[in-house]
């Protein structure tokens, strides 16, 4: 790797890494999406830019190793002292020190100190150094934030479905979780009557997903209707209630004796499928309630399982994003170990990527309660029945980009809702039947997940990226790899140096000539 060695000032120390890459101005400006003209001026030393980020960029393209970047750092803001920087960068991307690691339990306030930053000790070996100026330009701006943390482990349950079926028949696509709602086994359905319990189909989804080796996310909802008689009714037809049970005591006898049952064959207990109104038709008083009872009979009676806390949905509307802030205030959260939210576009025929606004409102909300709980996305509300069927080519893109929007935000787990039935707008699999392109593409990702780690998530020309392209940086067994895409339209980039191969979603891999540019589309690719 270059370094700048015996240089005084900046654009001397630029020089010096042109010279020993042999890359002209062109070259260079072509490599780091900048003009040749502009390159130029940095290099003779004409002006100072405005952000060390384009410096960044030049350094990579030149084959700066860490040292030289921090020395660069050094030179560019003694520059900044002498000279004022020019303006109207908007172009150029930003780079600021890079923050501390983060802890296992990621809290939000380190999330938004890394958002739209590249870390200047690591963003040196992920900018890429390889935009191709002929892109199709996207046809609409979609924000996100940047950011840089040292590796994290994906989890292995990241890539979860929601089982919408009743015979414990799993996935025949590779998924790394299961999660059971609309699946027969709501709490009317297993407690009929106070005292009488009928587990006859939760144990058949047990033994499905454990013959499968998947671990299992059991939800709770509807309540007998033995135990809120005047509350109101849910959709099924099973008699169930939108509202809590008159009596508590009720509750903490059904979840006491399901984790009993269970005998540690549940993995994770989620406290309410949706705790917003009007599906739970409560005061937010009594599900946090609910959810202090629940989770401390859990922790009591399985330690090891993880407890949920009920999920909130409608977020796109201020209303019940108060909900969910109402239930952060009064403390539900502090008896979980995860908070959940139903995560999705407006309308299924959108971009995933336009859930990266959604995920900002919720971070907000969070943050006004001065909390910060690591997050599952577990599926749609209830209006995704009405909508439309997304064409399937474009579904089975759709499906992918879902769980990689969820994964760039630090969601720890992403359940596509649903599995095993077909009145959604995009179908993985119908119970009984073959999987669509949707639910054999999922399966793919969960194999390039598999005991990866990310380090970093990249969108635009922030990140010296094309404005509709997006990427995630993983390592596995320390060796790198690349998930790139465009949420519209495409565009063409060379391949990053050492590029070797490209993996495609339906399986296939073919050797990449790094001198050859490539059409990058809505279509995710692995590059290692």
Not at 299 to 327: I, S, Y
Not at 430 to 451: H, S
């Amino acid at each position: 790797m270059s370094r700048p060695a015996g240089t005084g000032t900046l654009a001397e120390a630029l020089n010096e890494l042109k010279r020993s890459s042999g890359y002209s101005y062109q070259q260079i400006g072509d490599r780091a999406h900048l003009g040749r003209s502009t390159v130029h001026r940095y290099c003779s030393g004409q002006s100072v830019p405005a952000s060390f980020g384009t410096v960044e960029l030049i350094a990579k393209v030149c084959g700066a190793d860490r040292d030289a970047l921090s020395e660069l750092y050094r030179l560019w803001d003694q520059a900044n002292d002498v000279v004022e920087p020019e303006a109207g960068a908007a172009a150029e991307a930003t780079s600021e020190p890079a923050p501390a690691p983060a802890p296992k339990r990621r809290r939000w306030w380190l999330a938004a100190a890394a958002v739209a930053v590249v870390a200047i000790a690591g963003a040196y070996a992920y900018l890429p150094e390889n935009v191709n100026r002929t892109e199709i330009p996207a046809q609409r701006d979609i924000a996100a934030p940047n950011w840089t943390y040292n590796p994290g482990s994906v989890s292995p349950g990241f890539v979860g479905v929601t089982i919408n079926s009743a015979t414990g028949a799993m996935p025949t696509f590779p998924v790394g979780s299961v999660r059971l709602w609309d699946s027969k086994t709501r709490w009317q359905v297993l407690e009929p009557e106070r005292g009488r319990f009928d587990w006859t189909v939760l144990d058949r989804h047990l033994d499905g997903a454990g013959a499968a080796g998947l671990p299992v996310v059991y939800v709770f909802g509807g309540a007998p209707g033995w135990s809120a008689p005047n509350g109101r009714r849910t959709p099924y037809t099973d008699g169930s209630r939108t509202s809590p049970p008159d009596d508590l005591a009720d509750w903490e006898r059904f979840v006491r004796a399901l984790v009993n049952h269970a005998g540690g064959r549940i993995e994770s207990y989620e406290l309410w499928d949706i705790g917003t109104p009007p599906f739970f038709d409560g005061p937010v008083e009594t599900l946090v309630a609910m959810t202090r009872i629940a989770g401390d009979v859990i922790r009591e009676l399985d330690p090891d399982a993880n407890v949920v806390c009920p999920g909130f949905t409608g977020l796109w509307e201020p209303e019940n994003q108060l909900v969910m802030q109402r239930f952060a205030e009064l403390g539900g959260y502090s008896h979980c170990d995860y908070a959940a939210v139903k995560l999705y576009p407006r309308n299924a025929s959108d971009p995933p990527e336009t859930m990266m606004e959604l995920t900002r409102q919720i971070d907000q909300t969070l943050a006004r309660a001065l909390i910060g709980p690591k997050l599952w996305a577990t599926g749609w509300g209830t209006e995704v029945t009405q909508q439309e069927r997304v064409e399937p080519e474009l579904a089975a893109d759709y499906a992918v980009r879902s769980y990689l929007v969820s994964l760039w935000r630090w969601y720890d787990r992403f359940y596509f809702y649903s599995w095993g039935g077909d009145r959604v707008p995009i179908v993985l699999q119908t119970n009984g039947f073959q999987p669509t392109k949707a639910g054999r593409f999922v399966g793919e990702l969960t194999r390039w997940l598999a005991d990866a780690k990310i380090d970093s998530c990249g969108h635009g020309p922030e990140a010296g990226l094309p404005g509709n392209v997006w990427q995630c940086r993983f390592t596995r067994q320390g060796k790198p790899f690349v998930i790139r895409w465009t949420h519209e339209g495409t565009a063409r980039m060379t391949p990053e140096p050492g590029t070797t191969l490209v993996r495609r979603l339906d399986g296939t891999s073919a050797p990449v000539d790094p001198r050859e540019p490539m059409e990058i589309t809505g279509r995710p690719v692995l590059l290692t």
